[in-house]
């Protein structure tokens, strides 16, 4: 009884697991088509020409092309179908991995996508590990203590928290690549071009993550185990960093991704 109760219980959780991933996957697709389904609704039903559109981004200018330019461009993109035609081509190519071309590079999504993976997962990981150094000092440094110093890492930390990483690259982009002309101004020129947007991204996460783990941090202070590090005669320093900060970080581990 005791070898045969174990395999009783895997094969109850083995449905069960597989539900959960029928579940998880039949939403990612559900999302998917929403996403699409609403991409390809918005271009179709905007007001103007979208041959036109076309044209005129192709050419830089904001003139009525002929109507040959536009036969010619509702002729190649399938404008000329039907809506219905047009949705479950675009959809059954989706299904292909064949994602379109794009109006104005003229080249294929799937491509142009593809060459911006690496510089985007590089700025996402640049700007995370940045974020994570910004609330673990401020965080070691203020968290559970009073006075003003306090306050106003916490209220800052509320301010970066909610503010546009836009309006922060705008800032930082005058002031550093125009003003002071430390670094480019666009990208693609190494760790220099890495550096700006980076820390746009990293100043408001930072202090999202610092919120969080600062108030698991003053709980995790009053627990018996760094009262007792404390009378081992640890410092504030070593007790915050070694005991209380790998209890309060899991919080924002998990909401890091």
């Not at 071309?101 to 003229?106: C, D, F, G, I, L």
């Not at 009073?146 to 800052?156: C, E, N, V």
């Not at 980076?198 to 009262?227: D, K, N, Y």
């Amino acid at each position: 009884m005791s070898i045969a109760a174990p395999q009783i219980r895997t094969t109850g959780n083995a449905p069960r697991r597989l539900r959960w991933v029928v579940r998880r996957v039949l939403g990612a697709v559900a999302v998917f088509w929403a996403t699409a389904t609403f991409t390809f609704c918005i271009q179709a039903l905007m007001p103007g020409d979208r041959a036109a559109m076309i044209i005129n981004i192709s050419s830089g200018t904001f003139t009525q092309p002929t109507p040959a330019a536009l036969a010619a461009v509702n002729a190649k993109y399938g404008f000329d179908q039907p809506l219905i035609v047009q949705y479950l081509r675009t959809m059954g190519g989706l299904l292909h991995g064949d994602f379109g071309e794009s109006y104005q590079a003229h080249r294929p999504v799937i491509e142009i996508i593809a060459e911006q993976v690496t510089p985007t997962i590089l700025l996402t990981m640049s700007a995370l590990a940045l974020a994570w150094t910004i609330a673990i000092v401020v965080t070691i440094a203020t968290a559970g203590r009073r006075g003003r110093t306090a306050s106003i890492a916490g209220a800052l930390q509320i301010a970066t928290a909610v503010s546009p990483p836009y309006w922060i690259g705008t800032i930082l982009l005058v002031i550093f690549a125009i003003k002071l002309r430390l670094f480019p101004v666009e990208g693609n020129n190494g760790l220099p071009g890495l550096v700006l947007p980076a820390v746009a991204l990293a100043i408001p996460l930072s202090g999202f993550i610092g919120q969080i783990i600062r108030e698991e941090f003053a709980r995790v202070l009053e627990q018996p185990f760094v009262i007792s590090s404390r009378m081992r005669g640890m410092g504030d320093f070593g007790v915050r960093l070694r005991h209380v900060l790998r209890h309060a970080a899991l919080p924002g581990v998990t909401l890091s991704g």
